[in-house]
């Protein structure tokens, strides 16, 4: 097997066992990021003297036989909404273009814990508002055709790792961020539960809705990704569960039968889908009957009503979380020189997208007076009802593998 063809996990064990190094793993990232990232503009910054030098101290662990993390020596990507200290951190815009902060997020150091290779920090739609990765700094292309967008708006995280540009790589979903992007490139995407990872240092879009999750190659490489980055976290207080609590081993969950695994088909979920894709579920849904699952259609009452209901959340909080970037405490400030007021608005006219600067509208006018309740206020009651139909049919005790068998269907139980 080629290391070209390795998934993250076979190359974590190669490199543990001294079949090949940590710093020919990241020489041959970087060979294929100069074959392709011309075409694919999967990536904002690279790092790659960082990362060669990363490479070789984890080899010299190795070889001092050290104990390695579960990640070790493998080159992962970061999404560029997702802190380091180590090089910008842009959200794909022009008003962060040249941020860089002061710490690091709390994924990213559990990265580094387990001994992964950052190569590089990757493309997005400007605050991750997208589906289609053209709205940022630049322009990503799908690899497997670049007159096709590679989704969005963590697109240049599945471009990456469809194109053999990183092994693995995280991005972040607020509402399909993560998944469409993914499915897009004819790799793996996953969201995780909402607080199953920590968003601190998670540039926020809707920060009730935002979540980081891994893309991958295989389903085994994001349970891999999801054992380092999945856990408490005390910096972020929407974070799940207790400090000393035990953690799931996702690795050890994909083992288990799934013969009386039970798995819910809503149909209205796929209303209008395309007749190849709705092969391919159809496909899937087959397979798993076969192995033994138990498959049974749900109704949701109240999910025509959810897409509304995103768009008036989100985009309220966008306008709320991006308030703070006002050409004073740091980030982009226009040169035109005026009073504060002046300075406020030119900085954000000019440092905001045209998308961007449309769901700030949309959000400040869902939460002006007068207007609130009957908006956002009702938004928030239309997501409990949402909820309650989930639980209605006990969504929350059954098996967590049904979440993983769900989100390869395309149904998303979180």
């Not at 090949?20 to 990232?37: L, M, N, R, W």
């Not at 190659?217 to 990704?225: C, E, W």
């Not at 609590?245 to 050890?252: G, I, P, Q, R, S």
């Amino acid at each position: 097997m080629t290391m070209q063809n390795c998934s993250a996990k076979q190359l974590r064990d190669q490199i543990a066992g001294g079949q090949v190094s940590s710093v020919k793993a990241a020489e041959t990232i970087f060979d294929s990021i100069d074959q392709y990232e011309p075409v694919i503009g999967a990536y904002i910054s690279t790092f790659r003297e960082q990362a060669l030098s990363r490479a070789g101290e984890i080899d010299a662990k190795i070889a001092a036989g050290k104990q390695t993390g579960a990640l070790a020596g493998v080159p992962i990507a970061i999404k560029d909404n997702i802190c380091t200290t180590f090089g910008a951190t842009t959200c794909g815009s022009k008003i962060l273009e040249n941020f860089h902060s002061p710490y690091n997020a709390t994924v990213v150091e559990k990265l580094l814990a387990a001994d992964a290779v950052i190569i590089g920090k990757t493309n997005m739609d400007e605050f991750a508002m997208g589906s289609s990765t053209e709205t940022g700094l630049k322009q990503t292309f799908n690899p497997w055709d670049s007159t096709r967008v590679p989704g969005g708006s963590s697109g240049g995280s599945a471009a990456a790792v469809a194109a053999g540009m990183c092994f693995a790589a995280l991005g972040s979903d607020t509402g399909g961020s993560i998944r469409q992007p993914a499915g897009f490139c004819g790799v793996v995407g996953l969201k995780p539960t909402y607080g199953r990872v920590s968003r601190f240092g998670l540039v926020a879009y809707g920060s009730s809705l935002d979540q980081i999750g891994p893309i991958s190659q295989t389903v085994t490489d994001s349970a891999l990704m999801m054992n380092v980055i999945a856990g408490h976290d005390p910096a972020d207080s929407t974070s799940v569960g207790e400090k000393n609590a035990a953690t799931c081993d996702y690795l050890e969950k994909l083992d288990e039968p799934i013969d009386n695994l039970k798995i819910a088909i809503v149909p209205q979920f796929n209303a209008g889908a395309d007749k190849h894709v709705q092969k391919a579920l159809d496909d899937a849904i087959e397979v798993y009957k076969q192995l033994g699952a138990e498959i049974i259609e749900i109704d949701l009452p109240h999910s025509d009503y959810a897409i509304a209901a995103y768009y008036i959340i989100a985009t309220a909080e966008a306008s709320s979380n991006l308030a703070r970037y006002d050409g004073v405490h740091y980030g982009y400030r226009s040169p035109a020189v005026g009073d504060y007021v002046q300075v406020y608005s030119k900085s954000r006219a000019e440092g905001f997208g045209k998308e961007v600067k449309r769901r700030i509208m949309l959000g400040t006018y869902a939460l002006s007076s007068g207007y609130y309740d009957a908006y956002y206020l009702k938004a928030l009651k239309v997501r409990n009802l949402i909820r309650d139909d989930f639980q209605r049919f006990g969504f929350d005790n059954w098996r967590s593998g049904v979440l993983w068998a769900c989100q390869v269907l395309g149904v998303d139980v979180e």
